[in-house]
């Protein structure tokens, strides 16, 4: 037996092996895992606040759309009366109950979106809508209602390009 030699192997080399193993996995794998979960935890947030965002988008864009179709009728509406009553044209009455019929459904779709559309529209939008929902309540006291339809439709002429402005400020965000 030899006992001087500088050579000797451990009779427990099964220790050896197990603390490789554990120092492979502490400063190899375990990184590893845990930047696979970060990155996927940081990933899936992004992406649900980019659907978020997307969605957000899409709302305030078929608002203004909406918006902008209604005051559109609302505008031709008053421009066929102004004619009328200045007697450019005439209106027969069917055809002057279908124009009543579609500017009570605009004017009425104008009125729930300035009540709601605060929450999706710029606010100087829903002033906008709320100047022309205040004029187009207004009518004349010496009943003159070729100069109102005048100035309703002036009114949403100007709500019109305003709205098309901020919609346009708006949506380019995106």
Request: charged share 30%; aromatic share 12%.
């Amino acid at each position: 037996m030899n006992t001087g030699t500088l050579c000797e192997i451990p009779a427990n080399n099964g220790g050896i092996k197990m603390a490789i193993i554990f120092d492979v996995i502490t400063s190899k794998i375990f990184p590893g895992i845990l930047i696979s979960i970060v990155t996927s935890f940081i990933t899936v947030r992004l992406s649900i606040k980019q659907f978020y965002t997307q969605k957000w988008w899409e709302r305030k864009a078929d608002t203004y759309s909406k918006i902008i179709e209604e005051l559109s009728y609302l505008q031709y509406y008053f421009g066929e009366l102004f004619d009328e009553g200045i007697k450019i044209k005439k209106i027969n009455s069917d055809v002057h109950e279908e124009l009543w019929k579609n500017f009570s459904h605009s004017k009425q779709q104008i009125y729930k979106i300035y009540a709601s559309g605060a929450f999706i529209i710029s606010e100087k939008s829903t002033k906008s809508l709320e100047e022309l929902v205040k004029n187009i309540e207004q009518e004349s006291s010496n009943g003159d209602y070729v100069g109102d339809f005048d100035r309703w439709y002036g009114a949403v002429k100007k709500c019109i390009q305003i709205i098309r402005d901020e919609a346009k400020k708006e949506l380019k965000k995106k």
